[in-house]
Every structure is written in structure tokens, then in C-alpha cells.
């Protein structure tokens, strides 16, 4: 599993490429995208971020859909709380059929 630090306060911005189980980068065009981190203990949700609702300070976007490549970003993480959290990502086809990543480990705290 993939472990991230952040530290509060500081922006997210995470550049990821989906791939499937032959590493291969997946096309994602006609796909909408959701990511969240939820707590460990009590599944109480970090954040979460759907990109047919993104905003300018929140978002996940598929800039080339054909690459695979997913850009998240969090402007604001002032008031995230410490702790380790499990996040996700699920790709949505146009059929609205769904799939997730791996978890991957998110651990927050005031100091990195």
C-alpha cells in the first residue's frame, strides 16, 4: 500500500496515473472520477471530491482522458483533522458502471 505524508495547512496537488493490473495507462475518456479519505477507526470522511461537482478550490479533473492521467487538488487543508486515513479513487463509466484503486494510506499531521 502506498503511504503519503501532508502536512496541515499546506495545498494538495497530486498528479496520478490510472493503470490496469499490466501497468498500462487506462483510458478514461467518457469516465467521471471520485476520490475520498476516510479515518481508519471510524470512517469518518476527510474529504471528498466528485469531478462532475469540482470547484476551483476542491477538484479532480481528467486533463487528457486518453493518458490516464487524474489531477487532484486541495487548497485549503487548514482544518483537516490528524490522522491516518485509507483513500480511494472510483471511475465511473458513461454506462455508470464502477470501479476503485488500491487504497493508498494518507497520513495528516501538523508536522511532516
Not at 501532508?6 to 469516465?31: C, E, M, P, R, Y
Request: charged share 20%; glycine share 6%; with cysteine.
Amino acid at each position: 500500500m502506498i503511504n503519503i505524508k501532508h502536512k496541515i495547512g499546506d495545498s494538495i496537488q497530486w498528479t496520478i496515473t490510472a493503470k490496469n493490473s499490466n501497468g498500462i495507462a487506462v483510458d478514461l475518456t467518457g469516465f467521471s472520477v471520485n476520490i475520498d479519505a476516510y479515518s481508519e477507526n471510524s470512517r469518518t470522511p476527510l474529504f471528498t471530491i466528485d469531478s462532475r461537482t469540482s470547484t476551483a478550490d476542491n477538484s479532480v479533473t481528467v486533463p487528457n482522458p486518453a493518458t490516464g492521467v487524474i489531477q487532484v487538488i486541495i487548497k485549503n487543508t487548514d482544518n483537516f483533522r490528524e490522522g491516518e486515513y485509507y483513500c480511494d479513487i472510483q471511475y465511473v463509466d458513461s454506462n455508470g458502471l464502477k470501479s476503485s484503486s488500491n487504497n493508498f494510506r494518507l497520513k495528516v499531521s501538523r508536522w511532516t
